[in-house]
């Protein structure tokens, strides 16, 4: 396993995959490096590639949002992606894309050793709880993995596509919200 700044290293000079070649920076993830909640999408947007930070563009603003709701603190939690380079066109990430940045996803999971992982939309939960997750029927429930609770929510830019299914978010996050208060210890203050 490698440590935060070698791992920040062999990320930022990535050339594993085709991806590299037209990215503007590489997105390594942000956040509290001791978080209890892990939120994974599945690749960086435009914004996100041009600044080099996770879920800055609108979806990343609707996400803000639904982290309020549920009263967590963006800089308690650890935010990144499958894949930390954007698909061009925002595109899903292919196989061999995600299978080339897999490991590093797995280095930060290692160090950060979180209590739980929410994936942000299908991709991340097909990768990282099991192949045939259906996003649509199974969002919201709890898998547990290698001692890890885990759970996938919709992609906020699902949402912004959809506003329809925020009402079954809003659930799925106070579902989090219960799952937090349960396991973590300093993920919400004390009063």
């Known amino acids: 396993m490698k440590t935060w700044d070698e791992l920040y290293t062999e990320c930022i000079n990535c050339q594993k995959c085709a991806l590299a070649e037209t990215r503007h920076n590489v ?9 209890e909640v892990m939120f994974i999408g599945e690749g960086p947007g435009e914004q996100e590639d041009l600044t080099g930070k996770p879920f800055v563009g609108r979806a990343g603003k609707l996400l803000d949002d639904m982290l309020a709701m549920i009263d967590l603190d963006r800089n308690k ?11 061009p066109q925002n595109r899903d990430p292919l ?21 739980i992982i929410v994936c942000l939309g299908r991709i991340a939960a097909m990768k990282l709880i099991k192949p045939d997750f259906k996003i649509t029927k199974e969002h919201g429930q709890w898998y547990e993995k290698a001692g890890v609770q885990m759970t996938a929510i919709l992609h906020p830019s699902a949402l912004l ?23 973590c210890d300093h993920t919400y203050p004390t009063n």
């Not at 997105?27 to 978080?35: E, H, K, Q, Y």
């Not at 939690?77 to 698909?87: A, D, H, L, Q, T």
């Not at 196989?95 to 209590?115: F, G, H, M, S, W």
């Open 27 to 35: 997105v390594f993830g942000d956040g509290a490096r001791d978080a």
């Open 77 to 87: 939690v650890f935010i990144g992606n499958m894949v930390k380079c954007r698909p």
């Open 95 to 115: 196989n061999v894309e995600q299978e080339a940045c897999i490991d590093y996803l797995r280095n930060q999971v290692a160090l950060i050793k979180p209590k």
């Open 161 to 183: 596509r959809d506003p329809r299914k925020r009402p079954e978010t809003y659930e799925d996050l106070k579902g989090l919200q219960a799952k937090i208060k349960e396991l």
